[in-house]
């Protein structure tokens, strides 16, 4: 069952997505979900490198240039960020709040946290808990040239 906590995010999660320990945060998953012009969900899988928590409320992305999600959130289309993780069980419900800013083949959305949703299990289901969050290997190096194209354009002011 998922109750709101409101429109900012909570401090254990901003943490997470402050990229303050982002080495330990590579190899995590974490899928987007947009709403295409049909209203058909649109999934993808961003990671702990690709968003940064400018504070409480806000939000930055930087995907694929021309993605369909990129299209999606240049559209105003709002989008959920699901944080499913042992630690936590959030839905991030978010709505782009300028024009991207673009830097191809990358895109960077600033996105506005509208509500948080905080996923805890019925009294029925017991003691039932998230064992592991989606992960991948191997995580990317933070020296690579294409893992600092992502970070410079998280951290560009603009």
Same mark, same amino acid.
């Given at each position: 069952?998922?109750?709101s906590?409101?429109?900012?995010?909570?401090?254990?999660?901003?943490? %997470?997505? +402050?990229?303050?320990?982002?080495?330990?945060r590579? !190899? #995590? $998953?974490?899928? &987007?979900?947009?709403?295409?012009? /049909?209203?058909?969900?649109?999934?993808?899988?961003?990671?702990?490198?690709?968003?940064?928590?400018?504070?409480?409320?806000?939000?930055?992305?930087?995907?694929? %240039?021309? +993605?369909?999600?990129?299209?999606?959130?240049?559209? !105003? #289309? $709002?989008?959920? &960020?699901?944080?499913?993780?042992? /630690?936590?069980?959030?839905?991030l419900?978010?709505?782009?709040?300028?024009?991207?800013?673009?830097?191809?083949?990358?895109?960077?959305?600033?996105?506005?946290?509208?509500?948080?949703?905080?996923?805890?299990?019925?009294?029925?289901?017991? $003691?039932?808990?998230?064992?592991?969050?989606?992960?991948?290997?191997?995580p990317?190096?933070?020296?690579?040239?294409?893992?600092?194209?992502?970070?410079?354009?998280?951290?560009?002011?603009?």
């Amino acid at each position: 069952m998922s109750r709101s906590l409101g429109a900012q995010l909570p401090p254990a999660l901003l943490d %997470a997505l +402050s990229q303050r320990d982002l080495p330990a945060r590579l !190899g #995590r $998953g974490l899928p &987007l979900v947009t709403v295409d012009a /049909e209203g058909r969900p649109h999934p993808m899988l961003c990671t702990y490198l690709e968003l940064l928590a400018v504070d409480a409320a806000t939000l930055r992305l930087v995907i694929g %240039a021309g +993605s369909r999600s990129a299209r999606n959130l240049e559209a !105003g #289309r $709002g989008a959920t &960020l699901l944080a499913i993780e042992p /630690e936590r069980t959030i839905y991030l419900k978010l709505r782009s709040l300028a024009p991207p800013l673009a830097a191809p083949p990358l895109v960077r959305f600033t996105l506005r946290v509208e509500d948080v949703l905080e996923d805890l299990p019925a009294e029925w289901e017991g $003691g039932v808990r998230i064992t592991s969050g989606i992960t991948y290997a191997p995580p990317p190096r933070l020296d690579a040239p294409e893992t600092r194209a992502i970070l410079d354009l998280l951290r560009r002011d603009g």
